[in-house]
């Protein structure tokens, strides 16, 4: 991949303090109930994360965690935002369901349109967006958590091209466990995670790929947050940051440990607002 230089554009986020997670019940393969979580320190890498974006020059705005929603931290889930329009999530468990409520009015309670959800879906779990490819183009994952109808309802709601792509791999439920927007136009995936038609599917749209492997994906190396420059990910996922910086990025490792206990890392904690 060429070395152009990787320029970082300034975000805005929504993240969920860990204060009430535990692993109180299986939902993905990455929750195991024998194994006591440490909330204390799931708090302080969660701390590290934010004052990590933020450093960086980012604004990031805070949800208040609810009693009852342990899952809640995984903030990414609650909604899909575009261009200051939001489609609103429909989580696929009873356990979560509530958690888009407490979205909802985040949103509605500030300027943004938005329009609540007929279909199952998780939000950017299952949807990113990637504003300079193609005019803006939405990639949408399906096959364990979001209903393949949500992928048109999110194409009426939002007015953007929405691809949808079919997960086969129960690790990699969510799409953003295989998948991460670099920038505007530049994707990594680890293909395996997809069906061998939407393996085709994404290399025919995206010839100059970061490729993961599946030891990358293991360790949550695709559930990255970037701001075009800059790539927060796991500390796991040390080779995957070498292939990164290959492509000319910088690397940026922060340790989410106690969070992958609920099968989440660093992009699974991180909403992105678009306006
Ligand atoms: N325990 C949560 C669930 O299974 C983890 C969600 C991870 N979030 C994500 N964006 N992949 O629903």
């Given at each position: 991949m060429s070395q152009t230089e990787r320029l970082p554009r300034m975000r805005t986020y929504l993240m969920c303090p860990p204060d009430h997670f535990t692993v109180d019940y299986v939902i993905n393969p990455w929750m195991d109930v024998t194994v006591p979580v440490?909330?204390?320190l799931a708090g302080k890498q969660w701390t590290l994360l934010r004052d990590t974006l933020v450093d960086l020059g980012h604004t990031v705005h805070v949800l208040d965690a609810?009693?009852?929603?342990?899952?809640?931290?995984?903030?990414?889930?609650?909604?899909f935002s575009v261009d200051g329009t939001v489609y609103g999530a429909r989580f696929r468990y009873p356990?979560?369901?509530?958690?888009?409520?407490?979205?909802?009015?985040f949103y509605?309670?500030?300027?943004?349109?938005?329009?609540?959800?007929?279909?199952?879906?998780?939000?950017?779990?299952?949807f990113a967006y990637l504003p300079g490819a193609y005019g803006g183009m939405i990639l949408a994952g399906?096959?364990?958590?979001?209903?393949?109808?949500?992928?048109?309802?999110?194409q009426e709601v939002l007015g953007r091209p929405v691809v949808s792509l079919r997960l086969v791999d129960p690790a990699f439920y969510h799409l953003d466990t295989a998948l991460a927007a670099l920038d505007d136009r530049h994707v990594a995936y680890f293909p395996e995670a997809f069906s061998p038609a939407?393996?085709?599917v994404l290399a025919q749209l995206f010839p100059d790929a970061v490729l993961a492997d599946r030891a990358d994906a293991e360790a949550f190396a695709l559930n990255l947050v970037s701001d075009g420059r800059h790539v927060i990910l796991n500390t796991e996922a040390t080779a995957f940051g070498a292939k990164v910086r290959d492509a000319g990025y910088s690397p940026v490792h922060v340790d989410l440990g106690e969070l992958k206990r609920g099968g989440g890392s660093v992009k699974c904690v991180v909403a992105e607002l678009r306006r």
């Open positions: 440490d909330a204390g609810r009693p009852g929603l342990p899952d809640m931290v995984y903030a990414a889930n609650g909604a356990q979560r369901t509530d958690e888009a409520e407490a979205h909802r009015l509605t309670a500030d300027t943004w349109s938005y329009a609540s959800p007929v279909h199952v879906n998780e939000g950017e779990g299952d399906y096959g364990f958590r979001t209903d393949p109808a949500a992928h048109a309802e999110a939407s393996q085709r």
